[in-house]
């Protein structure tokens, strides 16, 4: 499985300069390549090489960075195109559409760059690097990285590394190839629960409060209003300053909480069954002021969490459908809208069960990821002779 460590360069004045000066040239040259693609109809990586090589060259570009920034601009159309496809860039005949249609893909000035082997080097002893940039190669350039990063880096670098500039700093990003533990064969399944209130709650019994997260959320909502309000030298300054920080706090949360299950799951030789959420933001009709923390939920991210430290672990996943999860008694399974008496609060009309209403969720939850992972899992009966 592939990962992804970040690391940050620590950098001289004139490192910076140089750096950023390379970021620049080479987004200016991809946004010309991405031109010459549009007008010829998309060609092909081998066609546009041919078509835009040369004069990368004589822009200053190096061999391996004019490579790079082709496959760069034709992988920027796959994916748009794969998004055309699943209909994530709007509906054919749309306004949306038809204007990502209508004009040549575009990179930001401080978009990412490949590197691979050829133009990067790494020196994990010392934590350094050597980088090519156009002004020449830059060597020594120490990094920073948590501990555990630079061991993935050391055992299982692989592949290319991205250069990133974001809020005055650069950062690269390189890939690895961690290899899988071997999945067992789970004898019970923790069922997931996930939730704006509470975040998530499990089948075992432990729930992660949202809480302190949403009054977070709140207080940097109103802070940054009042600021954009203000509109002075000194507000934007504090804009900028705390650019992120709430998606970062949300991001270690949502960490913590995927390795407590996965570690939990690990432990007792369970498998983990998650609601399968996909559309739930198309699918739901909510109140003005619902809304914000609908679409400030990050579901997605704490499922791929899961996810990844799962196979990391060996622990089996499975996902199943959230249709009426809330509404459907765990005992008995009941159906009915008026079990789910308020947020917390859960009562079967039909055997009087009274609960939690996440923990019973929960517990239904991971009755239909034991009983999908039954119906797909391989048979263990002997072949007849």
Request: hydrophobic share 35%; proline share 3%; with cysteine.
């Amino acid at each position: 499985m592939k990962l992804a460590v970040q690391v940050k360069l620590v950098l001289e004045a004139d490192q910076v300069a140089a750096l950023s000066a390379t970021l620049r040239k080479v987004n200016e040259a991809a946004n010309w390549v991405s031109a010459v693609a549009f007008e010829r109809g998309v060609p092909r990586e081998y066609e546009l090489r041919k078509h835009t090589y040369s004069e990368l060259k004589s822009r200053g570009l190096g061999a391996q960075t004019a490579q790079h920034t082709i496959k760069k601009v034709r992988d920027a159309y796959t994916a748009l195109m794969a998004n055309m496809e699943v209909g994530n860039v709007g509906k054919p005949g749309s306004k949306r559409r038809r204007r990502a249609e209508s004009k040549p893909v575009v990179f930001r000035h401080t978009a990412a760059q490949p590197y691979d082997d050829r133009c990067l080097s790494w020196q994990f002893d010392t934590q350094r690097v050597s980088i090519w940039t156009t002004a020449g190669r830059i060597r020594g350039v120490r990094f920073e990285c948590s501990a555990d990063g630079l061991k993935l880096l050391r055992e299982h670098r692989q592949g290319e590394s991205d250069l990133v500039e974001r809020d005055g700093g650069f950062y690269l990003i390189a890939t690895c190839e961690v290899p899988e533990a071997q999945q067992y064969e789970p004898e019970r399944f923790i069922g997931v629960d996930l939730g704006i209130v509470n975040i998530a709650t499990t089948s075992t019994g432990y729930q992660a409060a949202g809480r302190n997260l949403n009054r977070r959320r709140q207080r940097h909502s109103a802070l940054r209003a009042k600021l954009q309000r203000k509109e002075t030298k000194s507000a934007k300054r504090l804009l900028k300053k705390r650019k992120r920080r709430e998606q970062r706090h949300a991001t270690n949360i949502n960490h913590v909480i995927a390795k407590t299950i996965v570690t939990e799951a690990e432990r007792t030789s369970a498998g983990i069954a998650l609601e399968n959420l996909g559309g739930i933001r198309q699918r739901v009709r909510l109140r003005k002021p619902q809304r914000v923390a609908l679409h400030s939920w990050a579901f997605a991210q704490l499922g791929r969490f899961i996810a990844y430290k799962a196979r990391r672990a060996g622990v089996p996943v499975v996902h199943i459908d959230p249709g009426y999860t809330s509404r459907t008694c765990c005992e008995c399974g009941h159906v009915n809208n008026r079990n789910r008496a308020s947020q917390a609060l859960f009562i079967c009309r039909n055997c009087g069960v009274v609960a939690h209403a996440d923990r019973n969720a929960s517990h239904l939850i991971a009755k239909r990821g034991a009983v999908m992972w039954s119906a797909g899992r391989e048979s263990r009966v002997p072949a007849t002779l």
